[in-house]
Each structure stands twice: as structure tokens, then as C-alpha cells.
């Protein structure tokens, strides 16, 4: 078993993996168990109810996803490719990844708290593109271009998870409106 720290990590990996694989309605304290190997009481422990679980791996997917882009950029304008491209799914495990955050959005129709969370998410991916796009193109408004951007690269990240489009032209397309940017 990991030191106690490294439990609470565990059981959040283990609610990405039960997402990913049975969707969020087959979430359990039993089933997180099972793939974390640890106890329900564990679980319970750590988080008291189902709510409580789904918003802590929310907040836990949004930090890591936050981590990777908290180094300042040598090369804003490769920066805010990667920042406005890495939804789209390209690999089986960011598909699983994106499978998550798609089913994380659509419980936050019935919860507000993780309404709140992805909110933010968006807002602080939005601010972080728009300081990307005023360091990289000058002149440009940056804080509507941030939002059209990352706007189609969600739309783009849907269709490509309904099969609707290949990853590769998903971000061909993103490509397109960066270089739209001058």
C-alpha cells in the first residue's frame, strides 16, 4: 500500500480509470475500491460521498492539466498551439482522458460545484491563451481570440470523439486559425 499521501492520488486514478471504463452513472465507492485496491471505508475516508469523489478527481484532472503548461513559455506562439491543441485526442490514453472530461461535464448539468470548477478550468485555459496571443501577436485582441480558439478546439475535440473527424485534422484546423492570427 503507498504512503498515506500518495492514497488520496491513488483513489483519484482509480475513479479516472472506473470513468473511463464503465461511465460516470457505474461510479461507486465499490468500484473505485476494486481498482485502487483499497478498502470502501478507504474511500469513504477520503471522501465522504459520490459528489465528493467525482468534483476531487475533477479538480485533481484540472491541476494536472494546469501543471503542464506552468513553465513560461520559451516560444508563446508554440505554447499556445500546444495550450489550445492538447484536447484534441490523438493517442488512446488522452482519448480515455478527454472520454473523462466529456462525462465530467455532462454531471455538471446536475451539479453546480463542478459546473464551477470546469468553469474556471475554461476561464483560466481562455486567460492563458490571451496572454499567449499578446505576447506572440501584438495587436491582435487577444482576449476574443483566446476565447475563438479554444471555442474551436473544443468543438474540433468533440467531433473527433464522435469519429465525426481524425485528430490530425482536428488540429490542422487549429493550426489554420493560429496562422490566421498573423
Avoid: C
Amino acid at each position: 500500500m503507498p504512503p498515506e499521501p500518495e492514497k488520496r492520488a491513488v483513489i483519484l486514478a482509480a475513479v479516472w480509470s472506473v470513468i473511463a471504463d464503465r461511465g460516470i452513472a457505474a461510479l461507486s465507492f465499490r468500484h473505485v475500491a476494486a481498482a485502487a485496491g483499497v478498502s470502501v471505508g478507504l474511500v469513504q475516508h477520503y471522501f465522504g460521498s459520490k459528489d465528493n469523489l467525482v468534483r476531487a478527481s475533477a479538480a485533481t484532472m484540472i491541476d494536472g492539466s494546469a501543471l503542464r503548461f506552468a513553465e513560461p513559455p520559451a516560444d508563446p506562439r508554440a505554447e499556445l498551439r500546444r495550450l489550445i491543441a492538447h484536447s484534441v485526442p490523438a493517442t488512446p490514453g488522452s482519448r480515455r482522458g478527454v472520454g473523462v472530461w466529456y462525462a465530467y461535464i455532462a454531471a455538471s448539468v446536475a451539479d453546480p460545484e463542478l459546473a464551477a470548477l470546469l468553469r474556471a478550468a475554461k476561464r483560466g485555459q481562455e486567460r492563458s491563451a490571451a496572454e499567449l496571443i499578446a505576447a506572440a501577436a501584438p495587436g491582435i485582441e487577444a482576449g476574443s481570440a483566446a476565447r475563438r480558439l479554444v471555442a474551436l478546439a473544443d468543438g474540433l475535440t468533440a467531433r473527433v470523439v464522435t469519429g465525426d473527424l481524425e485528430p490530425a485534422e482536428a488540429v490542422a484546423a487549429i493550426d489554420a486559425a493560429l496562422a490566421d492570427l498573423g
